[in-house]
């Protein structure tokens, strides 16, 4: 099976929620490592600079 790539540019308006998708993934996925509970009401401000990281997924993907 090949795999193909996509460009972001080239995705119709519609397609491009799933970009927010993947912000959101990246922050849920920090919240469960930071240990973060729910109840909390921590900004994604707050993750990030308890994690020491800035947001990176998406702009990896934009970059690839």
Same mark, same amino acid.
């Given at each position: 099976?090949e *795999?193909?790539? #996509?460009?972001?540019?080239? $995705?119709?308006?519609?397609?491009? *929620?799933?970009? %927010?998708? =993947?912000? !959101?993934?990246?922050?849920?996925? =920090?919240?469960?490592?930071? #240990?973060? *509970? #729910? %109840?909390?009401?921590? %900004?994604?401000? #707050?993750?990030?600079?308890? !994690?020491? $990281?800035?947001?990176? =997924? =998406?702009? %990896?993907?934009? !970059? *690839?």
């Open positions: 099976m *795999s193909g790539s #996509w460009h972001i540019q080239s $995705v119709p308006k519609k397609s491009r *929620s799933s970009f %927010t998708s =993947l912000d !959101a993934f990246e922050m849920k996925g =920090l919240i469960k490592i930071l #240990w973060v *509970s #729910w %109840t909390a009401k921590k %900004t994604n401000e #707050w993750v990030l600079n308890k !994690a020491g $990281v800035k947001r990176e =997924l =998406l702009d %990896t993907v934009k !970059a *690839s």
